[in-house]
């Protein structure tokens, strides 16, 4: 069965600190690692990942993938209190046609 | 273009009742989904089309049908509604080209 993980469950930071939220992934014929903020209500795509060690990168956030390890991380650095959201992993198989989410790590940035 | 959208927003059925939220996508995608959302557990994929008139069961089915027959709509189904379906219900639509997909506002249903 396929398995994605994600850790902390939630995570209480003051403006200006950098974070790091992990995703941990189990997933037979996996293709791309998907990243998500989602705030009061739809999942809005940040990142995809397809290979190992090549970081992308948005303004304060960046994301990487290693394969090999089977893990992503998030970073976001001089958090704002916009980035308070869920931010949610995702695994997409070979096929392309399904998802795997993890749990979601709830951040909280306060000013 | 309205992008992806949810009917109705919001639901309270009562156990045993049985309804349909429809999901309408005007960016032509071939792709969609019905996803629901529980606290802590992310979204768990229910159903899925890959094309009009093709539907395929995802991770959590028991309980829920869908049907797809135009490309623009995808809707689901409880036949009798129980409890635990009490849960925040998205669809999400892809074109062939685009893996990361497009969200709708999400359906809150409650269950009594």
């Known amino acids: 069965e396929d398995k994605v993980v994600q850790s902390p469950l939630s995570l209480v930071v003051h403006e200006g600190d950098t974070v790091t939220l992990n995703c941990s992934y189990e997933v037979t014929n996996f293709r791309s690692l998907l990243w998500y903020k989602q705030e009061k209500k739809a999942p809005t795509f940040l990142f995809m990942l397809t290979s190992s060690g090549i970081e992308k990168k948005s303004g304060r956030l960046s994301s990487i993938l290693d394969k090999k390890e089977l893990f992503s991380i998030l970073n976001i650095t001089a958090t704002q209190t916009g980035d308070s959201a869920i931010y949610l992993c995702a695994a997409l198989n070979n096929a392309g046609n399904m998802l795997t989410f993890g749990g979601g790590t709830r951040l909280m940035v306060k000013p | 273009n309205a992008g992806v959208t949810q009917t109705p927003k919001f639901r309270v059925l009562k156990t045993g009742q049985s309804m349909t939220l429809l999901c309408a996508q005007d960016?032509?995608?071939?792709?969609m989904y019905w996803y629901r959302q529980d606290p802590g557990m992310g979204l768990r994929l229910i159903h899925y089309s890959v094309g009009e008139g093709t539907t395929a069961k995802g991770e959590v089915p028991d309980g829920y049908n869908v049907s797809r027959l135009k490309k623009q709509n995808f809707l689901l189904g409880l036949e009798s509604a129980a409890p635990s379906q009490t849960s925040v219900y998205f669809c999400?639509?892809?074109?062939?080209?685009?893996?990361?997909?497009?969200f709708g506002p999400g359906t809150r249903l409650t269950v009594l």
């Open positions: 999400a639509s892809r074109g062939t080209s685009q893996l990361s997909g497009f």
């Open positions: 960016m032509n995608h071939e792709y």
